[in-house]
């Protein structure tokens, strides 16, 4: 069975700091990872994915098959960084996608 | 030019009522989905449905009834309703399966009292 843990709920950094997201899945094939995003009254958007290997926004995530993970990165903070970010996996020709608990990004000015 | 677009956006209700959910999507898309998202911000699919027939149904209880009358909509309906299902749906769709980009509906935050 398919499962993504982010555990840490909440999390707190300076502007200007590194930030990192912790994300660990457990999918028993070849997973496709996601990172969605969730702005303060916006609708939940697609922030970046394993397979395109692209920076937005500054953010980075490395697929890690060893360990499982799926961290979200970015080297310096900004204010509208703040969301709700969320994990998610869907499994090889799956038709949905499984999201962890959420990950709750506070910027300070 | 909304993509996805559900109504209700709120939607506050009593017990033991029935009330519906609707999701529009004017993107084209194949696939559809409905999702809960609980107080602690949890979000769950309940629903996958490709090119009207349904894909997924994930433990919902059947008092939840979707409906899709063609490929660009998805109504959520809800019958005798508890104050457990007091939370926020959102609305999805996607080009095909889980692997590719989902694009969600603002959605509709339902209390019921």
């Known amino acids: 069975a398919q499962r993504v843990t982010q555990p840490e709920k909440l999390l707190s950094v300076f502007k200007g700091a590194p930030v990192e997201l912790k994300c660990n899945y457990s999918?028993?094939?070849?997973?496709?990872l996601f990172w969605y995003v969730q702005y303060s009254r916006q609708r939940l958007q697609l922030l970046l994915r394993?397979?395109s290997r692209e920076s937005i926004k500054g953010f980075t995530a490395d697929l890690n098959k060893g360990e499982t993970s799926f961290h979200l990165k970015k080297p310096f903070a900004q204010e509208e960084d703040s969301a709700m970010y969320y994990c998610a996996l869907s499994g090889t020709g799956a038709n949905n996608l499984f999201f962890g608990t959420g990950t709750r990004l506070t910027v300070i000015p | 030019d909304t993509a996805v677009s559900q109504t209700p956006k709120y939607l506050v209700t009593q017990m033991g009522n029935d009330k519906s959910i609707k999701c529009e999507q004017n993107?084209?898309?194949?696939?559809m989905y409905w999702y809960k998202q609980d107080s602690k911000k949890f979000l769950k699919i309940m629903f996958s449905y490709n090119n009207k027939e349904l894909i997924i149904n994930e433990t919902v209880p059947n008092r939840f009834s979707p409906k899709s009358p063609d490929k660009a909509h998805l109504n959520l309906h809800i019958n005798s309703l508890e104050l457990g299902d007091s939370a926020v749906y959102f609305c999805?769709?996607?080009?095909?399966?889980?692997?590719?980009?989902?694009?969600f509906g603002p959605g509709t935050r339902l209390t019921v009292t």
């Open positions: 999918y028993s094939g070849s997973p496709e």
């Open positions: 993107l084209g898309h194949d696939t």
């Open positions: 394993h397979i």
């Open positions: 999805a769709s996607s080009l095909g399966d889980g692997a590719y980009e989902q694009y």
